[in-house]
């Protein structure tokens, strides 16, 4: 079965400084891996994805994710945090073959301080 | 715009009536999925139609029943609606069947039940 935590429900961070957020995941196959961003009163909007390609993946908005196999982990990084990227961020796995199920992680909020 | 479209944005109704949701899928694409975002419950799948048929179904209750046209637009049907329906549901779509392509989502459908 699959699974997928999100460590953090909120992150806070100054504007300008480095963001992490941090999902494990657990999948018995070779899973495809997502992060979605939602502003506030939005819909989501897919920021980047792994499907077995290179392990670093860069996204919109100078967003990159690194799938690391060993530590069963895809964290979302920016190396500069701005006031825009204040939203809620939700890690995703997508699990085959046989069955494809995607699950949606619990969020984390992102808070940026001026 | 995310080429899905969601129509109302904000429905208002009281416990005991149905309610229809709409959802117009990005051009080219076929499936559509249903959301359920909620405060405790956080996002939960509902169900998925491909191409015209049901694909997968997620934690829909007996209560709520969808279904995709020929044209591809789906609708998601809401009786009997309780207090704790009060919810954003959100439609997404993709190109194939399976989800490991990642998803455009619509901005959502508010439903206040009263």
């Known amino acids: 079965a699959q699974s997928v935590t999100q460590l953090d429900s909120h992150v806070s961070v100054s504007e300008g400084t480095p963001v992490l957020l941090r999902c494990n995941y657990s999948s018995s196959y070779s899973p495809s891996l997502f992060w979605y961003v939602q502003h506030p009163n939005k819909g989501l909007q897919l920021l980047l994805k792994y499907t077995s390609a290179a392990t670093l993946v860069k996204g919109i908005n100078g967003f990159e994710a690194e799938f690391k196999k060993s530590e069963t982990s895809f964290h979302l990084t920016k190396p500069s945090a701005h006031m825009s990227d204040a939203a809620e961020y939700f890690c995703v796995v997508s699990d085959q073959p046989g069955g494809f199920k995607t699950i949606f992680g619990a969020g984390t909020r992102l808070f940026v301080k001026a | 715009d995310s080429g899905v479209t969601q129509t109302p944005k904000h429905l208002i109704t009281a416990t005991g009536q149905r309610v229809t949701l709409r959802c117009s899928p990005r051009s080219g694409d076929l499936s559509v999925y249903w959301y359920q975002q909620s405060l405790d419950q956080g996002l939960q799948f509902l169900i998925q139609y491909y191409n015209g048929e049901e694909r997968a179904k997620g934690n829909i209750l007996e209560r709520f029943s969808a279904q995709q046209f020929p044209d591809l637009h789906s609708e998601l049907n809401l009786s009997s609606l309780e207090l704790g329906d009060s919810a954003l549901y959100f439609c997404?779509?993709?190109?194939?069947?399976?989800?490991?392509?990642?998803?455009?989502f619509g901005s959502g459908t508010r439903l206040t039940v009263v």
């Open positions: 997404a779509s993709s190109v194939a069947e399976h989800s490991n392509y990642g998803y455009t």
